[in-house]
């Protein structure tokens, strides 16, 4: 049976997207991967629905790092609502309780929010992506159905407040630095427990992905200006190095005859990994002149033992 090609350009490289309000993640995806005519394409993470903001997207051979984009740090703006609390954490939720918080003042918020900083441990939500015996929990919070869900270590590096509206139903704006795997809106209703008022997350905004911010992005309107303008040849300048995605791996180069042999899979001997690397580490190569090769792992001997290589356009 004919191997089925992968339609569109071997395009390689991150693209920045202010994903907007009411698209899902993977819709997105698709129309940044239609507009680039890329071969291939894969986010860094979901963002949902009702979301805004950075979402990384990696276009051709990109995708075999984007892994490394999930595991990273991410930043966001966000307005809780005080008062409300919804099934979900969401404005997307049914209401569960409603609570009049217009006893809740800046002060006590002040103190409620010290109890969430650093490391901490923090209880998925029912409306996650993670999986229970291979089902997303929120395929089956859908079906009203709940399943205990234990507690995760998270770092919340930072927590701002910007703003804060009193009233029946109060307004909170926050600014949060997080750990891989923080869900916004599990703060939000933890906050509310501990005000005893409940609190569900009305507005989401991620501003920060890794190496990557919220001043780099670019909507979906302005990429078919910027096409329709340009061409491909315009677009092409928007994506970032796919090495990025990796930047905070030391970097190793190999001679052109050491890279032959890289590329074909097979541990080489590096120097630089030997003298400063730690057996398990995962770092970017490089070849001399500056190509990037992909990412591999330090062995016992100082060897670089390829885990994801990037395949070169013929």
């Given at each position: 049976m004919a191997r089925r090609r992968n339609r569109g350009r071997p395009v390689n490289g991150i693209f920045l997207l202010d994903k907007p309000l009411g698209l899902s993640s993977n819709h997105a995806l698709q129309r940044v991967r239609r507009l680039f005519d890329a071969n291939k394409a894969g986010h860094t993470g979901s963002l949902d629905p009702l979301a805004t903001g950075l979402l990384p997207i990696c276009l051709g051979e990109a995708t075999k790092f984007s892994q490394f984009l999930l595991d990273a740090e991410k930043g966001y703006r966000s307005t809780f609502s005080l008062g409300v609390r919804t099934e979900s954490g969401d404005v997307d939720g049914d209401e569960v309780?409603?609570?009049?918080?217009?006893?809740?003042?800046?002060?006590?918020?002040?103190?409620?929010v010290e109890c969430f900083k650093g490391e901490i441990k923090q209880i998925p939500s029912m409306y996650s992506a993670?999986?229970?015996?291979?089902?997303?929990?929120?395929?089956?919070?859908?079906?009203?159905?709940?399943?205990?869900?234990?507690?995760?270590?998270?770092?919340?590096?930072?927590?701002?407040?910007?703003?804060?509206?009193?009233?029946?139903?109060?307004?909170?704006?926050?600014?949060?630095h997080c750990s891989k795997g923080t869900y916004i809106r599990s703060l939000a209703d933890d906050l509310g427990q501990l005000l005893g008022c409940g609190a569900h997350v009305s507005a989401l905004h991620r501003t920060l992905a890794g190496p990557f911010h919220e001043k780099d992005m670019l909507s979906l309107d302005?990429?078919?200006v910027l096409l329709e303008e340009g061409g491909m040849e315009q677009l092409d300048t928007l994506l970032k190095p796919m090495d990025i995605a990796v930047a905070d791996r030391m970097a190793v180069t190999l001679s052109p005859q050491t890279a032959e042999y890289f590329q074909l899979g097979q541990p080489v001997m590096s120097t630089q990994a030997f003298r400063n690397g730690q057996e398990g580490d995962i770092v970017r190569v490089f070849r001399e002149g500056g190509a990037f090769l992909g990412v591999a792992t330090v062995t016992e001997e100082g060897k670089a033992a390829p885990k994801r290589l990037v395949v070169e356009n013929q």
């Open positions: 309780s409603r609570i009049d918080a217009s006893a809740i003042t800046l002060q006590k918020i002040e103190q409620a993670l999986k229970h015996n291979g089902q997303p929990l929120y395929k089956l919070a859908r079906q009203g159905i709940e399943v205990e869900r234990e507690a995760r270590a998270i770092t919340i590096f930072d927590y701002q407040i910007l703003d804060f509206r009193p009233g029946t139903v109060a307004e909170l704006d926050v600014q949060v302005a990429l078919e």
